[in-house]
């Protein structure tokens, strides 16, 4: 069975950093790529970035250029999205999804994360 | 970046009733285009790939239409579990772009 399977609700304070992880089950994760979509309460979805299985692609929304940093673990089927400097605006919940380059056919549950002093 | 412009932004509808949503692009995105289901509190759903492809376990009752600039995603007869979001998305380039989102609500 198909599952990615996301890290816990996370707080922080403006300026700081988080990392996300998004675990993958039921399909081989180097052959697919991980999507990062956002949404802030009340808002629809944002596109982050792209990244490929094996770590060598990597496209980001110009938005979050310089920001965000995205990766993967291949052996143990883990993507992971740290975005740094957060601002208030960046409280969101977080989503991975599988992603082939083209649309996303698996979501992972979501990620709540809030910026707050 | 390609602009995606969904409408209408709410529908009212009722149980039975055939519903069509529009997603038109800023330029020509061929058949790239994803419709997702968004239930309140959970994560998008993948309806249709490639503007006309119903994923497997979608009911028939949804369908996808629509290349170039123009898009169509049709509901014909409008089920309880259908109240939700509805976002099209594009994949011809990057950035992948959403639109804005098409809330169908219980009239």
């Known amino acids: 069975q198909i599952q990615l399977v996301q890290s816990g609700a996370e707080v922080r304070e403006p300026g700081a950093s988080v990392k996300v992880s998004c675990k993958a089950y039921?399909?081989?994760?180097?052959?697919?790529?991980m999507s990062w979509v956002r949404q802030a309460p009340g808002q629809g979805l944002e596109w982050m970035g792209w990244?490929?299985?094996?770590?060598?692609?990597?496209k980001y929304g110009q938005k979050f250029q310089g920001r965000l940093t995205m990766t993967t673990d291949t052996s143990t089927g883990t993507a992971y999205m740290e975005l740094r400097s957060l601002r208030s605006d960046d409280t969101a919940i977080y989503y991975c999804?599988?992603?082939?380059?083209?649309?996303?056919?698996?979501w992972g549950q979501g990620t709540l994360v809030t910026v707050s002093s | 970046d390609i602009q995606m412009t969904q409408f209408p932004s709410t529908l009212s509808a009722s149980v039975g009733d055939r519903v069509t949503i529009t997603c038109r692009a800023s330029?020509?995105?061929?058949?790239?285009l994803a419709w997702y289901q968004q239930r309140v509190g959970k994560a998008p759903k993948l309806l249709i790939n490639?503007?006309?492809r119903l994923e497997s376990g979608v009911p028939s009752r949804f369908s996808g239409s629509g290349s170039g600039t123009e898009f169509t995603l049709t509901i014909s007869s409008l089920q309880p579990d259908d109240f939700a979001t509805y976002y099209c998305?594009?994949?011809?380039?990057?950035?992948?772009?959403f639109g804005q989102g098409t809330k169908v609500e219980i009239k």
């Open positions: 999804a599988r992603d082939r380059e083209l649309y996303c056919d698996y």
């Open positions: 039921g399909f081989d994760f180097a052959s697919f790529g």
């Open positions: 990244i490929s299985g094996y770590n060598d692609k990597i």
């Open positions: 330029q020509s995105i061929s058949s790239w």
């Open positions: 490639k503007a006309s």
């Open positions: 998305q594009q994949y011809d380039d990057y950035p992948r772009t």
